[in-house]
């Protein structure tokens, strides 16, 4: 699996746009971009994931660049509830393991 | 949307003793199951690779033996930790992809239950 760098940690006012970065820059052409997150005490939740094309559901857009070596997951209004720790996976089709990495400890605050 | 299901959400056990940690897929099938650990302030580690209706397969440095897996049905998958010590406490969780009857590649995401938190005294 291709390897992922995120910061380790981002504040966000609340109610303002969160913008998650990931750089991946060793991905390959059939590897797709996840993105879950973990709040505290609980199982991860799986958040939106992407080819090659932005993609958008309820929760957030996931914008990957043109060539594929980094993406952006934004949550357009961050809320209290928002806060946990963000992971962005690279792989070749979710059916089989994902490897988590350390992530991104997102703090939204009033 | 897809459903995985934990129980306990939280077992406090006696050193020597065997915990037993099911994992439910609620409203799909699946032939695959994976169970992973997390420790405070660490991200989550792969343990294995639980196949219904054959045996599981196991990660590097992770015991066989210590960590039994079950997966009789294509909805439960069961953890056992076996002769528990303080160190097995953790969180664990399991997960399970929809679509997966028949194996094959796909592209939907895992789901994940909210975890066991076992602690060994």
């Known amino acids: 699996d291709a390897k992922t760098t995120q910061p380790t940690s981002m504040d966000c006012a609340e109610g303002r746009a969160a913008n998650l970065p990931c750089n991946h820059s060793t991905i390959s052409g059939n590897e797709y971009v996840y993105w879950y997150r973990q709040i505290h005490s609980q199982g991860p939740q799986y958040i939106i994931h992407?080819?090659?094309n932005n993609e958008t559901n309820e929760m957030a857009s996931l914008i990957i660049t043109e060539d594929r070596k980094s993406s952006t997951l934004i949550l357009p209004h961050a809320t209290l509830r928002d806060t946990a720790v963000y992971y962005c996976i690279v792989r070749v089709g979710a059916g089989n393991k994902l490897t988590f990495g350390t992530g991104t400890q997102l703090k939204v605050e009033l | 949307g897809a459903v995985v299901s934990q129980h306990p959400s939280w077992v406090i056990c006696k050193s020597g003793t065997s915990v037993k940690i099911e994992c439910r897929s609620l409203?799909?099938?699946?032939?695959?199951m994976f169970w992973y650990r997390q420790f405070p302030k660490q991200s989550l580690m792969l343990m294995a690779t639980?196949?219904?209706?054959?045996?599981?397969?196991?990660e590097q440095g992770v015991e066989k033996d210590k960590f039994l897996i079950n997966h009789a049905s294509l909805t439960l998958s069961t953890l056992t930790v076996t002769s528990a010590h303080p160190e097995d406490s953790s969180f664990y969780i399991c997960?399970?992809?929809?679509?997966?009857?028949?194996?094959?590649?796909?592209?939907?995401?895992?789901?994940f239950g909210n975890g066991t938190r076992l602690t060994v005294t």
């Open positions: 997960s399970a992809r929809v679509g997966n009857v028949g194996g094959g590649g796909s592209t939907s995401p895992l789901h």
């Open positions: 639980s196949n219904e209706g054959s045996k599981a397969t196991y």
């Open positions: 409203d799909f099938q699946a032939t695959t």
């Open positions: 992407g080819l090659k």
